[in-house]
């Protein structure tokens, strides 16, 4: 079993920056694949970005355009979701996923899933 715990939502300015932590807790947790999705209000759930186990390997969403990114601290048993240059459309619920396929990009294949935060982006 692994718990999810996200951190670090909030309400800022478009153009600005966020850092969301998931916090994994659970005797394997390190070993799996870690993932962030968010949730629009009256749209699906949709893959934002995944990182490995070891955090040596990382995917995104293309749509994202490289403003995002991810890294993981297996010592601390956080996993990071770095947000750049937000926009309104990046508003949504954040959640966090852990799953042991690679790529994560799929909410079927989630096997837990963290409470989520919310992110507000304001003009």
């Known amino acids: 079993q692994v718990q999810l715990v996200e951190s670090g939502g909030g309400l800022v300015q478009a153009g600005g920056s966020l850092r969301l932590s998931c916090a994994a807790s659970?005797?394997?947790?390190?070993?799996?694949?870690i993932a962030w999705f968010r949730q629009a209000p009256g749209k699906e759930r949709e893959f934002v970005g995944g990182?490995?186990?070891?955090?040596?390997?990382?995917q995104y969403a293309d749509s994202l355009n490289g403003r995002f990114s991810i890294s993981r601290d297996n010592a601390k048993n956080l996993v990071y979701l770095e947000m750049n240059s937000l926009k309104l459309d990046d508003t949504a619920v954040y959640y966090c996923?852990?799953?042991?396929?690679?790529?994560?990009?799929?909410?079927?294949?989630?096997?837990?899933w963290g409470q989520g935060t919310q992110v507000t982006v304001s003009s």
């Open positions: 659970g005797r394997t947790s390190s070993y799996y694949v």
């Open positions: 990182i490995m186990g070891s955090g040596g390997l990382t």
């Open positions: 996923a852990a799953g042991s396929r690679w790529p994560l990009t799929e909410t079927q294949f989630v096997n837990y």
